[in-house]
């Protein structure tokens, strides 16, 4: 069982930036792709970026494509999402999660691990 704990969340003005962090456990941290999504109230979670197990392969969602970058160390076991040029539309909780295998995806039903969230807000 994998546990994830996110961090770095906060409030922001838009054109701002913002580091989230997410520290896992309990499994081997560099066979799983690793995710990052986010939920606004009111709304689906949506996908926002992806990387693989290795770090080789990356995908990022189109409304953030540009401004947000996802990496991970996994001497650390920990995968980053810089966040940049923040717009008030980005504020919502963002969930770190871990997938069951190590390529890169966009979909929701492959990762089997979530963290508790993480809120930022963007002010305009």
């Known amino acids: 069982q994998v546990q994830l704990v996110e961090s770095g969340g906060g409030l922001v003005q838009a054109g701002g930036s913002l580091t989230l962090s997410c520290a896992a456990s309990g499994r081997t941290f560099s066979t799983n792709a690793m995710g990052w999504f986010r939920q606004a109230p009111g709304q689906e979670r949506e996908f926002v970026a992806s990387i693989s197990g290795n770090g080789g392969s990356l995908s990022t969602a189109d409304s953030v494509k540009g401004r947000f970058a996802i990496s991970r160390d996994n001497a650390k076991n920990t995968v980053y999402l810089q966040m940049n040029s923040l717009r008030p539309e980005d504020t919502a909780i963002y969930y770190c999660?871990?997938?069951?295998?190590?390529?890169?995806?966009?979909?929701?039903?492959?990762?089997?691990?979530w963290g508790q969230g993480t809120q930022v807000t963007v002010s305009s």
């Open positions: 999660a871990a997938s069951w295998g190590p390529y890169s995806t966009r979909q929701y039903e492959a990762y089997d691990a």
